[in-house]
T-cell receptor
Framework: NAGVTQTPKFQVLKTGQSMTLQCAQD?????MSWYRQDPGMGLRLIHY???????DQGEVPNGYNVSRSTTEDFPLRLLSAAPSQTSVYFC??????????????FGDGTRLSIL | GENVEQHPSTLSVQEGDSAVIKCTYS??????FPWYKQELGKRPQLIID?????GEKKDQRIAVTLNKTAKHFSLHITETQPEDSAVYFC?????????????FGSGTRLSIRP
């Protein structure tokens, strides 16, 4: 049972380049989300999804796109990378049950640097 | 939308003493409040959570209290040990389906002095 798998672990990009951060979970969780973590600012929600075919914006969605074609995968796309997107990115997943969220399982993170 | 504020941003306590971290939330409909611990270079991991139908939950040296009227919740760590040194995050969400986004506080860096 791999849990939440993020690839790559590290990436350096030049301003204006595009790339996709991959996230996959094997726990059949409905809820998946992407956070960015910057010093002193905690974990800020970028986008989230409550199931295949459903996505929604979080606190800081600008500059990022997501899609959820399957339950397992939730890729995050940077269309034109900017230095302000230098950060550590975490993907997380959790089941949805009843009227309340459940604990999230986090991936190991992707450290992204934009030059 | 939901906003979660966390205090203090840094906390240093003597080994064996207690540590308290406080969070406030803005959306009175929030019903799930987890706490995560993140060690340096690692992923956040859940340490305890509480739902809006209870006021307190305890797990060994860790406890969380919830005051729905005041919209704040707190993490209490007793008999602190060196391995408690980490960054702690609170979070809040209001549950089901499209309203289920989980918003985090800005974190507290806890240091345990030997």
């Amino acid at each position: 049972n791999a849990g939440v798998t993020q690839t790559p672990k590290f990436q350096v990009l030049k301003t204006g380049q595009s790339m996709t951060l991959q996230c996959a979970q094997d726990m059949n969780h409905e809820y998946m989300s992407w956070y960015r973590q910057d010093p002193g600012m905690g974990l800020r929600l970028i986008h989230y999804s409550v199931g295949a075919g459903i996505t929604d914006q979080g606190e800081v969605p600008n500059g990022y796109n997501v899609s959820r074609s399957t339950t397992e995968d939730f890729p995050l796309r940077l269309l034109s990378a900017a230095p302000s997107q230098t950060s550590v990115y975490f993907c997380a997943s959790s089941p949805l049950s009843g009227m309340s969220n459940q604990p999230q399982h986090f991936g190991d993170g992707t450290r992204l640097s934009i030059l | 939308g939901e906003n979660v504020e966390q205090h203090p941003s840094t906390l240093s306590v003597q080994e064996g003493d207690s540590a308290v971290i406080k969070c406030t939330y803005s959306d009175s409909a929030s019903n799930y409040f987890p706490w995560y611990k993140q060690e340096l270079g690692k992923r956040p991991q859940l340490i305890i959570d509480i739902r809006s139908n209870v006021g307190e939950k305890k797990d060994q040296r860790i406890a969380v209290t919830l005051n729905k009227t005041a919209k704040h919740f707190s993490l209490h760590i007793t008999e602190t040990q060196p391995e408690d040194s980490a960054v702690y995050f609170c979070a809040a969400s209001k549950g089901y389906s499209s309203a289920s986004k989980i918003i985090f506080g800005s974190g507290t860096r806890l240091s345990i002095r030997p």
